[in-house]
């Protein structure tokens, strides 16, 4: 099995920063792909951004030109560094992994994190 642990979470102003990270762990073979999603209250689960196993990046809109997404292959390891913060920015925040894992058998799945809350306030 996989677990992905996401930590970085909190309270920060508008304009603020903050910087997430979320460590796979477990019998991983490979990582293909990482990315963020957030979910804010009464709304869906939307991507916010991904990163692919040879460095692609994926951003929504919203999130172009104040989030970058990275990733320690080393570490598996992906981050979420959040700038220029907005209140609309409020949501739980998901870390998601297409993972390839060798447990037993070789077996490629979607795996997601507990999530952990960014609050901004204006």
């Known amino acids: 099995q996989v677990q992905l642990v996401e930590s970085g979470g909190g309270l920060v102003q508008a304009g603020g920063s903050l910087r997430l990270a979320c460590a796979a762990s477990?019998?991983?073979?490979?990582?293909?792909?990482m990315g963020w999603y957030r979910q804010a209250p009464g709304k869906q689960r939307e991507l916010v951004a991904t990163?692919?196993?040879?460095?692609?990046?994926n951003y929504a809109d919203s999130v172009k030109g104040r989030f970058t997404i990275s990733r320690d292959n080393a570490k598996n390891t992906v981050y979420l560094q959040m700038n220029s913060l907005k209140p609309e920015d409020t949501a739980v925040y998901y870390c998601?992994?297409?993972?390839?894992?060798?447990?037993?058998?070789?077996?490629?799945?979607?795996?997601w994190g507990q999530g952990t809350q960014v609050t901004v306030s204006s």
């Open positions: 998601n992994g297409d993972i390839t894992t060798a447990a037993v058998t070789i077996r490629r799945s979607n795996y």
């Open positions: 477990g019998y991983i073979f490979s990582i293909n792909a």
């Open positions: 990163i692919t196993n040879g460095g692609s990046t």
